[in-house]
Structures are given as structure tokens and as C-alpha cells.
């Protein structure tokens, strides 16, 4: 095994080594740990001569400015006036340090302090997935330095773990609080790890949004004092999503230059705050939200964070997004149960809504499989009492009134027409109109003798009561032990008010705890499941949930056009190949905007392809254009999902998105792009291409598999694909192509 970490006990120098970056960190003389330096660098570079340079010297000059020192994990106790990466508070006791201290309770000061450190290849972070789904290289060992800290005078110990993914140019840090004190100690603040960044000015991009118009790209300036990111929720959210790119200001593009990126494996109430300290350091601390944040350790108790996944690019913010499209491909996302590409999947609710018969999905399952369809899920409606959003939310059994046989006969049809069945749900919420919350009105969150607010006619169950986890979990499994169910679309959809629970303020982390332990345990027992995840859209995507997954639904809003800035946002930190996409009725529901077939197929077909339409009001040549471009998907799927993605252009800064997606030997490629607006007279420039074979000839192919033309790949990663500029005209209604290049010569 490469040795990727290495401990030089004369200097108390660590140095993590990724294939292009490094990561570097010291033990002073009192035991203090503080970080060095982390940059991109040429694999030949030795980080071991930086162990001297004092790059960030500490601000003695100044009585109003002394805690700019780069612990490595800063605390509530050596820093007492910025932010820190751990607040805790012990009753009153410990060491004195002095014989005439008197008693203050309870004690907000922990200093840590190394006490040893070791390197294993089995360490997880705390809710890794338990479903027994391996990640495509889990099998791979990957090095974690483990570094033990305690406090001077308290049993509390803090031990800090950082695993490598040296391809990756990634790392993943994570802590481990254990209290061996006689008393409960509390803990105030908690962060996964912190970051610090080189000296220098930066900016930080980020998507955010909203409801239906999820990650739209955002980039500021870092200055003086706290920019904080944060969602405080029961779901990662719609407004804000846990990842980022930090940038120093004016030298990174999107293909060149130093990239820091990061993101957090948490689907709960997170932040991530970017500290611009006065002498001008930046930390970047990620992890729980401290907004009515709690976590109450018993002696003898231990809590593990989730991780806060992080790296450096010296490739621009393409660089970064490929190295984090890899690590989630390989690392991440569990290998599907099924094939290794994600089915093509028909969901009826737009054709249907609750009006929902046997006779209607089994003429529509007809239809999806003569066009190509793999999938058929059947969306809301289908359980008991459920006619409308009023009524049935916890009540996981199927309705006799629309299925008298249960579902065991439309199953059996659409397993006849070739595809495989799988079901909507909801597991984490309630409608008062519920037998379940008739029976237990007590098991939603709520504040005794104060109003229950309800959102979409629906209250939250309370996650932190065992006894509910439970009850949601055998509701899910006896689904999956009468029916042969093998995909769950697995929503959530409202934000989280009164936040009463058993559990106190620990809720917001039992409540992901509990989500994750039910999607673990179902895929456990029935190998067979995959789940997709959604919460009103793009409401929970994040690298902690994708860990259980194989896709997620990225934004309710179905408009191809508005489809185009949430996937060049969504594809900044995520891969395509996760994003699941839906062709959708020709007159949007949502936005009323009219749109040609072959925009709304060339936009979806940038992830996992779905369709959403009436099949039923399809004529024979729609249904044929249908049947011509999901075959064209299926074909082109492969590159979809383990290509590397190029943003050539995007819409918001160019008014058109340009992607490209190649394998990596370069074989095979596509080419997209989708105009969102144009002026007229605008012609719309050609892109060059990337990552193709420059002596090779590439044939050029549309979905109707006719051959466009040939070129070589240095013309095509020289002057662009020919057409673009001619051919895409608004005014003619022509709005996107999407073409197949593969190698001929």
C-alpha cells in the first residue's frame, strides 16, 4: 500500500499525501495540534521542508488579537471569541490548576491536547451506511490517521479521524467525543472538522434557492467575519445545499486554477460557517447547526459525526466537481441491486394524480413498456383513505376500494410487460384524518398544550421516539414481504415546526439517525430494494443520504427550461448519473410554458431518464418519438454514468447550458445543449471539446441514429461541434441537440 500518511517524530509533523495535494499538521511542545498547510501540489513536491515555515504568524502584537493560533481543531476554551469547532460544558470539578479556585458551574473551557495517534484501514463515520450494499471500491483500504486529544484537566477525549482518498485528491474528517468523566457533560456546539485555508482572498460558491427552484449557483465574497451556510430541518433542504467551492479570488476558472471544495455527509440540521478572522485567515468549520442544538453525554457515552468531505483542485472548478463526481461514484452511491445502469422509469402521477384505478396504471404500464420503459412506480394515491393530500399519510396499507386484490395483480402485469414495480412513499409524516394518528396523537412532534401547525394537511412523527421508528419500519417491511416491490420513491415533503420530541433537542439529529436506520435496514432484508430519494423535489441530497440510494429527485419543477439551471447547479457537487429527469407534458403543469418534445427529452436525458406524461393522450407519432429517444438513452446511458462531465457553458452566464460527457478513454462521448434564451441575431458560439482522442476519427450521431458527420478529435476539441451556430434559433423554435460521438478510426 502507498504510504499516503506519514508521522516524522523529530519535526511532530503529519503529512497526508493525495495524488495531486497534500495535507500537513504539528504537534507543538505543550501537546497544542495545528495545522501547517493543505494545497494542491505536484505528487513529486516533499510538504516535509514546509514543516518550518511559519506561513501564518500568530498576532502577539496585539492584546485585542490573540487566538488566530491554527488549532487544528479549534475549541470553546484556547479561542473564546470566534467561531469554534467544539463548545462543551463540565459541572464543576477536574483538575485545578490553581489551589484557590473556587467553584463556577458548569465549566465552558476545554483545551485538547495530543496524546497519541494511529493509522488503521477500518475506521467509518459515525451513520455510515449499515445496508450491506458494497460502494463500487469498498473493498478498497483506505488509510485513516486517527489522532487522540484530551483535555488538561477533564477525562474528555476527542479523537480525530481523517481517511484518505488519494485519487480523489479527497479527505474525509470526522470526531469522536467520548466523556470518561463520573458526570453527564454537555455539548454545546459540534463541528466535524474544521478547514484553514492558505492567507489570502477568496470567494465561495454555493447553490440555493427554493422550493421548485433548487440549486441555482451562487458565488460572494469572503470578507472580514462570518458568512454562514446552514439549514435547520429535519431534510438538508431546498435553499441551501451542504457543499461548496472556495476559490482564490480571481484565479480560478472553471478549468484552471486552485479550488477548495467540500461537503457534508449529513441529511439534518447542518452548517457550514467561513470564518475571515481580522489578520485574514479563513476557517471553514462544518458540521451541526448549533440553532437549538443539544447533545447530552452520559459517563462511559461516546458520539460519532457524520464526515465533512473535503479536497483542493489545481484544475479549476471542473477539477474539483470531477473529483467529487468520482469519489460519490465509487465510493458513495451503493452498486445497484438490479443491472449497473439506473432503469428508465415511468411515475403516473402526472397522468393520473389521486384519480388512481387498477384499469388506468395497468393501460398506462401497456404502453410505458411498448415505448422502452424499465420502471413503473405508482405514485401517491394508492394507500388507504387516500383521495386526496387530506387524508392516509401513515396508514402504509393499500386501499381496497382501489385495488380489491391488492397490488398483486397490477405487479404481476407489469412484470409480464418486462418492467419492474415500485411504489411511492412517505414514511416520516401523518395526516391527523389517520388511523395511525388516531391511535397516537402523541407520536408527532408538538409542545404540549401548544397549536400543532400543519403543512400540506400533515404532521411530522416523532423520529425520536423508538417505539415510532419501529412502527414505520414493519409498516415498510410488510409491503416489501407481500409485494414484489424493488424501488421506494421515498419523499418528504415539509419543513419542520415545533420541534417537540422525547428526545428533547437531540431531535434533529435523531430524526436523520432514525431515516437512515430504516432505508438500512429494509435494504438489509430485501437485497433487491433500491430508493430513490426526494423530499418535495431537491429537499435532501447530500452525500450522507446518497450513501443509501442510487438516485434522487432533484426539483419538482418538471419544466425542461427551468430543468437546465438546477442541473448545471445540481452537477457542480453531484453526478448526472444520480440526477433522475422527467419528460413531462408538452403544456408544463407548473410554469404553463409550451415546449417541443425534443427540448424536454434532451434536457432529461443529461441524467436518469424518467417520463412523467398522459401516455393515454399521446398520438401514435408522439408515442414513436417517445419510443425512438428512450432507446437513444438506453444507448448513450453507459457514458451518462461513468463519463466525466464538462460544463461547457451554462445558462445562467450564457444563456445556454453546453454539456459534455466522455468515458474515460475516450471512446465515447455526448454532446448537449439546451438554449434557455437567446436575443435574436444572437448565434449561439461553438465549444470546444474535451478529454477526446486527438488522433482519432469520432462518427456524429442524433437520436433518429443518423450519421451527422465525421470528424477528427482535434478538430472537435479545437473548433467545437459545426452546426450550433446555424442551427439553434429560437426563433424557429429550435432549442437544444444532443448528439452521440464515438470513435471510428
Same mark, same amino acid.
Given at each position: 500500500?502507498? $504510504?499516503?500518511?506519514?508521522?516524522?517524530?523529530?519535526?511532530?509533523?503529519?503529512?497526508?499525501?493525495?495524488?495531486?495535494?497534500?495535507?500537513?499538521?504539528?504537534?507543538?511542545s505543550d501537546g497544542q495540534l495545528v495545522h501547517v498547510k493543505f494545497a494542491a501540489a505536484d505528487p513529486t513536491v516533499q510538504p516535509l521542508r514546509l514543516s518550518r515555515l511559519d506561513e501564518y504568524p500568530e498576532a502577539d502584537f496585539s492584546s485585542w488579537e490573540n487566538q488566530t493560533r491554527l488549532w487544528e481543531f479549534p475549541t470553546f476554551g484556547d479561542i473564546s471569541y470566534h467561531d469554534v469547532a467544539l463548545k462543551a460544558?463540565?459541572?464543576?470539578?477536574?483538575?485545578?490548576? +490553581?489551589?484557590?479556585?473556587?467553584?463556577?458551574?458548569?465549566?465552558?473551557?476545554?483545551?485538547?491536547?495530543?496524546?497519541?495517534?494511529?493509522?488503521?484501514?477500518?475506521?467509518?463515520?459515525?451513520?455510515?451506511?449499515?445496508?450491506?450494499?458494497?460502494?463500487?471500491?469498498?473493498?478498497?483500504?483506505?488509510?485513516?490517521?486517527?489522532?487522540?486529544?484530551?483535555?488538561?484537566?477533564?477525562?474528555?477525549?476527542?479523537?480525530?479521524?481523517?481517511?484518505?482518498?488519494?485519487? +480523489?485528491?479527497?479527505?474525509?474528517?470526522?470526531?469522536?467525543? $467520548?466523556?470518561?468523566?463520573?458526570?453527564?457533560?454537555?455539548?454545546?456546539?459540534?463541528?466535524?472538522?474544521?478547514?484553514?485555508?492558505?492567507?489570502?482572498?477568496?470567494?465561495?460558491?454555493?447553490?440555493?434557492?427554493?422550493?421548485?427552484?433548487?440549486?441555482?449557483?451562487?458565488?460572494?465574497?469572503?470578507?472580514?467575519?462570518?458568512?454562514?451556510?446552514?439549514?435547520?430541518?429535519?431534510?438538508?433542504?431546498?435553499?441551501i445545499n451542504p457543499a461548496f467551492f472556495v476559490q482564490p479570488r480571481g484565479l480560478a476558472t472553471p478549468a484552471g486554477g486552485p479550488a477548495y471544495f467540500g461537503a457534508l455527509a449529513y441529511s439534518g440540521n447542518w452548517s457550514l460557517r467561513f470564518e475571515a478572522l481580522p489578520t485574514d485567515p479563513i476557517r471553514i468549520h462544518g458540521g451541526y447547526e448549533t440553532d437549538d442544538f443539544a447533545l447530552h453525554l452520559a459517563p462511559g457515552q461516546t458520539h460519532t459525526t457524520p464526515a465533512f468531505v473535503f479536497g483542493v483542485a489545481d484544475d479549476g472548478f471542473g477539477g474539483a466537481s470531477h473529483r467529487l463526481h468520482r469519489f460519490i461514484h465509487d465510493y458513495v452511491l451503493p452498486v445497484p441491486a438490479h443491472t449497473s445502469s439506473r432503469p428508465v422509469l415511468y411515475n403516473s402521477w402526472e397522468a393520473v394524480y389521486f384519480d388512481m384505478t387498477v384499469e388506468s396504471q395497468v393501460r398506462l404500464a401497456s404502453i410505458a413498456a411498448a415505448i422502452g420503459v424499465e420502471l413503473f412506480c405508482v405514485d401517491d394515491g394508492w394507500?388507504?383513505?387516500?383521495?386526496?393530500?387530506?387524508?392516509?399519510?401513515?396508514?402504509?396499507?393499500?386501499?381496497?376500494?382501489?385495488?380489491?386484490?391488492g397490488l398483486n395483480p397490477l405487479i404481476e402485469a407489469v412484470k409480464k410487460l418486462g418492467m419492474r414495480f415500485g411504489l411511492w412513499v412517505e414514511p416520516e409524516m401523518v395526516n391527523p384524518n389517520s388511523d395511525l394518528y388516531r391511535a397516537h396523537p402523541d407520536w408527532v412532534l408538538h409542545f404540549p398544550t401548544r397549536p400543532r401547525t400543519e403543512l400540506r394537511h400533515q404532521l411530522i412523527l416523532d423520529f425520536g421516539r423508538p417505539e415510532v421508528v419501529r412502527h414505520v419500519h414493519a409498516m415498510l417491511d410488510a409491503l416489501l414481504q407481500e409485494y414484489d416491490i424493488t424501488f421506494f420513491k421515498w419523499d418528504m415533503n415539509r419543513h419542520a415546526t415545533e420541534p417537540g420530541s422525547v428526545a428533547g433537542r437531540e431531535i434533529w439529529f435523531r430524526h436523520v439517525a432514525g431515516v437512515y436506520s430504516i432505508m438500512d435496514q429494509l435494504r438489509k432484508k430485501h437485497p433487491r430494494l433500491e430508493i430513490q430519494s426526494c423530499s418535495g423535489g431537491g429537499g435532501r441530497v447530500d452525500l450522507g443520504i446518497l450513501g443509501r440510494v442510487e438516485q434522487v429527485w432533484t426539483s419538482d419543477n418538471t419544466d425542461a427550461l427551468d430543468r437546465v439551471y438546477i442541473q448545471d447547479g445540481f452537477s457542480l457537487f453531484y453526478p448526472p448519473g444520480v440526477m433522475e429527469c422527467w419528460v413531462t407534458h408538452e403544456h408544463n403543469h407548473q410554469t404553463g410554458r409550451v415546449l417541443q418534445l425534443e427540448v424536454r427529452f434532451d434536457t432529461a436525458m443529461r441524467?436518469?431518464?424518467?417520463?412523467?406524461?398522459?401516455?393515454?393522450?399521446?398520438?401514435? $407519432?408522439?408515442?414513436?418519438?417517445?419510443?425512438?429517444?428512450?432507446?437513444?438513452?438506453?444507448?448513450?446511458?453507459?457514458?451518462?454514468?461513468?463519463?466525466?462531465?464538462?460544463?461547457?457553458?451554462?445558462a445562467r452566464d450564457h444563456g445556454a447550458s453546453a454539456w459534455q460527457m466522455v468515458l474515460p478513454d475516450g471512446s465515447q462521448s455526448i454532446y448537449s445543449l439546451v438554449v434557455v434564451h437567446s436575443l435574436l441575431g444572437h448565434q449561439v458560439p461553438c465549444h470546444p471539446l474535451r478529454g477526446l482522442v486527438p488522433n482519432a476519427t469520432y462518427s456524429i450521431s442524433d437520436a433518429s441514429e443518423r450519421e451527422l458527420l465525421r470528424l477528427s478529435g482535434t478538430q472537435l476539441m479545437t473548433l467545437g461541434l459545426p452546426g450550433d451556430h446555424r442551427h439553434i434559433y429560437v426563433k424557429a423554435g429550435i432549442r437544444s441537440r444532443t448528439v452521440l460521438l464515438s470513435r471510428v478510426e
Amino acid at each position: 500500500m502507498t $504510504e499516503a500518511i506519514t508521522f516524522d517524530p523529530q519535526e511532530k509533523l503529519f503529512v497526508l499525501r493525495m495524488q495531486r495535494s497534500f495535507y500537513a499538521m504539528r504537534i507543538l511542545s505543550d501537546g497544542q495540534l495545528v495545522h501547517v498547510k493543505f494545497a494542491a501540489a505536484d505528487p513529486t513536491v516533499q510538504p516535509l521542508r514546509l514543516s518550518r515555515l511559519d506561513e501564518y504568524p500568530e498576532a502577539d502584537f496585539s492584546s485585542w488579537e490573540n487566538q488566530t493560533r491554527l488549532w487544528e481543531f479549534p475549541t470553546f476554551g484556547d479561542i473564546s471569541y470566534h467561531d469554534v469547532a467544539l463548545k462543551a460544558a463540565f459541572p464543576a470539578g477536574g483538575i485545578p490548576l +490553581c489551589a484557590q479556585d473556587g467553584a463556577i458551574d458548569p465549566i465552558r473551557d476545554l483545551r485538547l491536547r495530543y496524546r497519541g495517534h494511529e493509522i488503521r484501514t477500518d475506521a467509518a463515520p459515525g451513520l455510515s451506511p449499515a445496508h450491506g450494499r458494497p460502494a463500487r471500491k469498498q473493498a478498497t483500504l483506505r488509510q485513516t490517521l486517527i489522532i487522540d486529544m484530551q483535555d488538561l484537566g477533564f477525562d474528555f477525549c476527542v479523537r480525530l479521524f481523517y481517511r484518505l482518498t488519494p485519487e +480523489c485528491d479527497i479527505i474525509e474528517r470526522w470526531v469522536q467525543l $467520548e466523556n470518561r468523566t463520573a458526570t453527564p457533560v454537555a455539548i454545546e456546539s459540534l463541528a466535524f472538522a474544521t478547514i484553514h485555508l492558505p492567507l489570502g482572498e477568496y470567494d465561495l460558491t454555493h447553490t440555493a434557492g427554493s422550493w421548485a427552484r433548487e440549486f441555482i449557483p451562487v458565488t460572494q465574497s469572503l470578507h472580514q467575519g462570518s458568512t454562514v451556510l446552514k439549514q435547520q430541518g429535519l431534510n438538508t433542504g431546498h435553499s441551501i445545499n451542504p457543499a461548496f467551492f472556495v476559490q482564490p479570488r480571481g484565479l480560478a476558472t472553471p478549468a484552471g486554477g486552485p479550488a477548495y471544495f467540500g461537503a457534508l455527509a449529513y441529511s439534518g440540521n447542518w452548517s457550514l460557517r467561513f470564518e475571515a478572522l481580522p489578520t485574514d485567515p479563513i476557517r471553514i468549520h462544518g458540521g451541526y447547526e448549533t440553532d437549538d442544538f443539544a447533545l447530552h453525554l452520559a459517563p462511559g457515552q461516546t458520539h460519532t459525526t457524520p464526515a465533512f468531505v473535503f479536497g483542493v483542485a489545481d484544475d479549476g472548478f471542473g477539477g474539483a466537481s470531477h473529483r467529487l463526481h468520482r469519489f460519490i461514484h465509487d465510493y458513495v452511491l451503493p452498486v445497484p441491486a438490479h443491472t449497473s445502469s439506473r432503469p428508465v422509469l415511468y411515475n403516473s402521477w402526472e397522468a393520473v394524480y389521486f384519480d388512481m384505478t387498477v384499469e388506468s396504471q395497468v393501460r398506462l404500464a401497456s404502453i410505458a413498456a411498448a415505448i422502452g420503459v424499465e420502471l413503473f412506480c405508482v405514485d401517491d394515491g394508492w394507500f388507504k383513505g387516500r383521495r386526496s393530500d387530506h387524508a392516509g399519510l401513515g396508514d402504509w396499507v393499500v386501499d381496497k376500494t382501489i385495488f380489491p386484490e391488492g397490488l398483486n395483480p397490477l405487479i404481476e402485469a407489469v412484470k409480464k410487460l418486462g418492467m419492474r414495480f415500485g411504489l411511492w412513499v412517505e414514511p416520516e409524516m401523518v395526516n391527523p384524518n389517520s388511523d395511525l394518528y388516531r391511535a397516537h396523537p402523541d407520536w408527532v412532534l408538538h409542545f404540549p398544550t401548544r397549536p400543532r401547525t400543519e403543512l400540506r394537511h400533515q404532521l411530522i412523527l416523532d423520529f425520536g421516539r423508538p417505539e415510532v421508528v419501529r412502527h414505520v419500519h414493519a409498516m415498510l417491511d410488510a409491503l416489501l414481504q407481500e409485494y414484489d416491490i424493488t424501488f421506494f420513491k421515498w419523499d418528504m415533503n415539509r419543513h419542520a415546526t415545533e420541534p417537540g420530541s422525547v428526545a428533547g433537542r437531540e431531535i434533529w439529529f435523531r430524526h436523520v439517525a432514525g431515516v437512515y436506520s430504516i432505508m438500512d435496514q429494509l435494504r438489509k432484508k430485501h437485497p433487491r430494494l433500491e430508493i430513490q430519494s426526494c423530499s418535495g423535489g431537491g429537499g435532501r441530497v447530500d452525500l450522507g443520504i446518497l450513501g443509501r440510494v442510487e438516485q434522487v429527485w432533484t426539483s419538482d419543477n418538471t419544466d425542461a427550461l427551468d430543468r437546465v439551471y438546477i442541473q448545471d447547479g445540481f452537477s457542480l457537487f453531484y453526478p448526472p448519473g444520480v440526477m433522475e429527469c422527467w419528460v413531462t407534458h408538452e403544456h408544463n403543469h407548473q410554469t404553463g410554458r409550451v415546449l417541443q418534445l425534443e427540448v424536454r427529452f434532451d434536457t432529461a436525458m443529461r441524467g436518469v431518464l424518467g417520463i412523467g406524461t398522459n401516455l393515454d393522450r399521446l398520438s401514435v $407519432e408522439e408515442l414513436d418519438t417517445y419510443r425512438r429517444n428512450i432507446a437513444f438513452y438506453r444507448k448513450i446511458r453507459p457514458i451518462i454514468e461513468q463519463g466525466r462531465l464538462h460544463r461547457l457553458s451554462t445558462a445562467r452566464d450564457h444563456g445556454a447550458s453546453a454539456w459534455q460527457m466522455v468515458l474515460p478513454d475516450g471512446s465515447q462521448s455526448i454532446y448537449s445543449l439546451v438554449v434557455v434564451h437567446s436575443l435574436l441575431g444572437h448565434q449561439v458560439p461553438c465549444h470546444p471539446l474535451r478529454g477526446l482522442v486527438p488522433n482519432a476519427t469520432y462518427s456524429i450521431s442524433d437520436a433518429s441514429e443518423r450519421e451527422l458527420l465525421r470528424l477528427s478529435g482535434t478538430q472537435l476539441m479545437t473548433l467545437g461541434l459545426p452546426g450550433d451556430h446555424r442551427h439553434i434559433y429560437v426563433k424557429a423554435g429550435i432549442r437544444s441537440r444532443t448528439v452521440l460521438l464515438s470513435r471510428v478510426e
